[in-house]
């Protein structure tokens, strides 16, 4: 499996941003993370592949969602009201374990991980 995210840059507050993430190969879910300067490493939300449902960290509060394209082995992560506090790199990865879709919160679900877009925003 090969993970490639993208769609990262600088945004003001309250705006929109699209990640992408092209993932080749055989998976069961794709989940996004983020890590922000200093901080550990957060569950933002994951998508299994065969059926589309999706899980959120309780943070987000609506804010995001997640897709997928089956055809173009993409995943997507639509942000919007983007806070300044949403600032980091966040990283796309791939569980090719079938798991009870809460599990997909833990890192140790997951397989494969691309190798990051960062997301500024300004306020």
């Known amino acids: 499996v090969q993970l490639q995210a993208s769609g990262g840059g600088l945004v003001q507050a309250g705006g929109s941003l699209r990640l992408s993430c092209a993932a080749s190969?055989?998976?069961?879910?794709v989940g996004w993370f983020r890590q922000a300067a200093g901080k550990e490493r957060e569950f933002v939300g994951v998508?299994?592949?065969?059926?589309?449902?999706?899980y959120y960290g309780g943070f987000l509060k609506g804010r995001f969602t997640i897709s997928r394209d089956r055809a173009k082995n993409t995943v997507y992560l639509q942000m919007n009201s983007l806070k300044p506090e949403d600032a980091a790199t966040y990283y796309c990865?791939?569980?090719?374990?079938?798991?009870?879709?809460?599990?997909?919160?833990?890192?140790?679900?997951?397989?494969?991980w691309g190798q990051g877009t960062q997301v500024t925003v300004s306020s």
């Open positions: 990865a791939a569980a090719i374990r079938l798991y009870n879709i809460g599990n997909y919160v833990k890192e140790s679900a997951y397989d494969y």
């Open positions: 190969g055989r998976k069961n879910a």
């Open positions: 998508i299994t592949w065969n059926d589309g449902r999706t």
